[in-house]
């Protein structure tokens, strides 16, 4: 007979053996086995979330030195935790994240004060999250905190952020920078992108769109009637002022004094939500310019190489390093919204193309960081890796592309299998054609 020892210590008393085992037994199926590249990925993943007293629960950044970040929780959470199923730690890390909410905003770094496109980020996450719980449970829990949301961003937050008349949002704040792009050199935003930023817009927009398709569906009048015009109006405004007709590509960010044309991968994220103000020819001369000037093997640029403030390389003292590093530096958390813009667009096609991508993260993980995704990647060859030696919004993008070529490539088999089938009956109908025929010409030729 064997015995497994178990053996448990805790300050709150527990029920009974039976208790302890289960629990342990919960704790043991949580845990991955590094076996290949995805099940690295998962294990990494895991190592994110973590529980601290005072029943909260919250996301890592990235390590060796982020702590917890606002808006890459938000956008991290659909890779890192929902594609493994974890949707009860999706909840918790909400919950908290709630719990701290004033006047429809998040609390610190998760406020559009802050960072004036992160509790937009909450509403495709909760579009994730719809695949496992369903439309009715995302309005029974979110319904109230979605609507408080959209309507402080109507009403204005922090001075900096707000929705106008034109159905856009405004984000501008001096001497800071209120986007992703915020990174500080001497004191002073290096990307500051004052005004209507694009990826805001198409956020806001997707935001928007779900949550008043959620409230038809609840029979919730009040708010469908107060909030029903803005999508179009958004969209109408949106591509007026960001659509540049003769260069065939989004602005990256628009204010009274210049519409600014920078090739940036914001505007892949107008692209790869669920609702888009695109139409389908706008997005393919996008993706166009997009892998053109930003697309490499490990995501994309964040300028484009003919811009003259390009950098190639994370270098130099911190100065310069700032500069470089939404100047060029090669990010890997847009390249699933790249991917699933690919995939929207070419279906199948694009199945080989994005087992190329992972097959070049598969190769990373075995270098930079054992068994996880860096944070960004130097822009010109050999792409070095740079940063956070494990990212969560990287192996989130990286997850997120998995789970993608995963059902495409289920999609693909069937078709396969039907081109077969029809091969088959091609050639046998071939065949029996052949043996109708009659052999004249044959004995003909044996006889000579």
Same mark, same amino acid.
């Given at each position: &007979?064997?015995?497994?020892?178990?053996?448990?210590?805790?300050?709150?008393?527990?029920?009974?053996?039976? *208790?302890?085992?289960?629990?342990?037994?919960?704790?043991?199926?949580?845990?991955?086995?590094?076996?290949?590249?995805?099940?690295?990925?998962?294990?990494?993943?895991?190592?994110?979330?973590?529980?601290?007293?005072?029943?909260?629960?919250?996301?890592?950044?990235?390590?060796?030195?982020?702590?917890? !970040?606002?808006?890459?929780?938000?956008?991290? #959470?659909?890779?890192?935790?929902?594609?493994?199923?974890?949707?009860?730690?999706?909840?918790?890390?909400?919950?908290? &994240? %709630?719990?701290? &909410?004033? $006047?429809?905003?998040?609390?610190?770094?998760?406020?559009?004060?802050?960072?004036?496109?992160?509790?937009?980020?909450?509403?495709?996450?909760?579009?994730?999250?719809?695949? +496992? =719980?369903?439309?009715? *449970?995302?309005?029974?829990?979110?319904?109230?905190?979605?609507?408080?949301?959209?309507?402080?961003?109507? @009403?204005?937050?922090?001075?900096?952020?707000?929705?106008?008349?034109?159905? /856009?949002?405004?984000?501008?704040?001096?001497?800071?920078? #209120?986007?992703? &792009?915020?990174?500080?050199?001497?004191? *002073?935003?290096?990307?500051?992108?004052?005004?209507?930023?694009?990826?805001?817009?198409?956020?806001?927009?997707?935001?928007?769109?779900?949550?008043?398709?959620?409230?038809?569906?609840?029979?919730?009048?009040?708010?469908?009637?107060?909030?029903?015009?803005?999508? $179009?109006?958004?969209?109408?405004?949106? !591509?007026?002022?960001?659509? /540049?007709? *003769?260069?065939?590509?989004?602005?990256?960010?628009?204010?009274?004094?210049?519409?600014?044309?920078?090739?940036?991968?914001?505007? !892949?994220?107008?692209?790869?939500?669920?609702?888009?103000?695109? $139409?389908?020819?706008? %997005?393919?001369?996008?993706?166009?310019?997009?892998? +053109?000037?930003? #697309?490499?093997?490990?995501? /994309? @640029?964040?300028?484009?190489?003919?811009?003259?403030?390009?950098?190639?390389? %994370?270098?130099?003292?911190?100065?310069?390093?700032? %500069?470089?590093?939404?100047?060029?530096?090669?990010?890997?958390?847009?390249?699933?919204?790249?991917?699933?813009?690919?995939?929207?667009?070419?279906?199948?096609?694009?199945?080989?193309?994005?087992?190329?991508?992972?097959?070049?993260?598969?190769?990373? =993980?075995?270098?930079?960081? !054992?068994?996880?995704?860096?944070?960004?990647?130097?822009?010109?060859?050999?792409?070095?890796? @740079?940063?956070?030696?494990?990212?969560?919004?990287?192996?989130?993008?990286?997850?997120?592309?998995?789970?993608?070529?995963?059902?495409?490539?289920?999609?693909?088999?069937?078709?396969?299998?039907?081109?077969?089938?029809?091969?088959?009956?091609?050639?046998?109908?071939? $065949?029996?054609?052949?043996?109708?025929?009659?052999?004249?010409?044959?004995?003909?030729?044996?006889?000579?």
């Amino acid at each position: &007979m064997t015995f497994s020892p178990l053996s448990s210590a805790s300050v709150e008393e527990m029920s009974s053996p039976k *208790e302890i085992e289960e629990l342990y037994a919960q704790q043991l199926a949580r845990r991955t086995h590094k076996e290949d590249f995805l099940s690295c990925l998962h294990h990494s993943a895991r190592q994110f979330v973590i529980r601290r007293p005072g029943n909260r629960t919250e996301m890592i950044a990235g390590y060796p030195w982020f702590g917890v !970040i606002g808006r890459q929780t938000l956008q991290s #959470l659909p890779g890192v935790v929902l594609e493994q199923g974890y949707k009860e730690d999706c909840f918790e890390i909400l919950d908290t &994240m %709630i719990r701290e &909410m004033q $006047e429809g905003d998040f609390a610190g770094s998760a406020s559009a004060a802050v960072a004036a496109d992160a509790p937009l980020w909450l509403f495709r996450t909760l579009q994730e999250l719809e695949r +496992q =719980i369903g439309r009715k *449970e995302i309005w029974a829990r979110y319904g109230e905190v979605m609507k408080s949301i959209l309507q402080a961003y109507k @009403r204005g937050i922090g001075g900096a952020v707000v929705m106008h008349d034109n159905g /856009l949002v405004w984000a501008a704040a001096d001497h800071r920078a #209120l986007t992703w &792009m915020d990174s500080m050199a001497d004191g *002073e935003p290096v990307t500051q992108r004052a005004g209507y930023a694009v990826e805001i817009q198409a956020l806001w927009y997707n935001a928007l769109c779900y949550t008043l398709s959620l409230a038809e569906e609840h029979k919730d009048k009040a708010f469908v009637e107060a909030w029903k015009g803005v999508p $179009e109006k958004t969209k109408s405004s949106f !591509i007026e002022k960001f659509w /540049l007709q *003769e260069e065939g590509y989004l602005a990256d960010y628009v204010n009274p004094g210049e519409t600014n044309a920078y090739i940036r991968p914001n505007m !892949i994220i107008a692209c790869g939500l669920n609702y888009k103000m695109l $139409e389908e020819p706008q %997005i393919v001369q996008v993706l166009m310019v997009v892998r +053109q000037h930003l #697309l490499t093997p490990r995501g /994309l @640029r964040s300028l484009s190489p003919r811009n003259p403030l390009y950098k190639g390389r %994370i270098e130099g003292d911190q100065y310069q390093r700032d %500069i470089a590093g939404k100047n060029g530096t090669v990010w890997i958390w847009p390249l699933s919204f790249y991917v699933r813009t690919c995939f929207d667009v070419m279906g199948t096609k694009f199945l080989d193309e994005a087992r190329e991508i992972l097959a070049g993260f598969e190769e990373d =993980i075995q270098a930079y960081c !054992i068994g996880s995704v860096n944070e960004v990647y130097d822009a010109d060859p050999p792409y070095t890796p @740079r940063g956070s030696i494990s990212q969560a919004w990287s192996v989130g993008a990286v997850l997120e592309i998995c789970r993608m070529v995963s059902e495409y490539g289920s999609a693909a088999q069937p078709e396969a299998k039907k081109t077969k089938r029809a091969a088959c009956k091609r050639v046998k109908r071939a $065949e029996q054609s052949a043996a109708k025929e009659p052999k004249t010409a044959s004995r003909k030729t044996t006889k000579k």
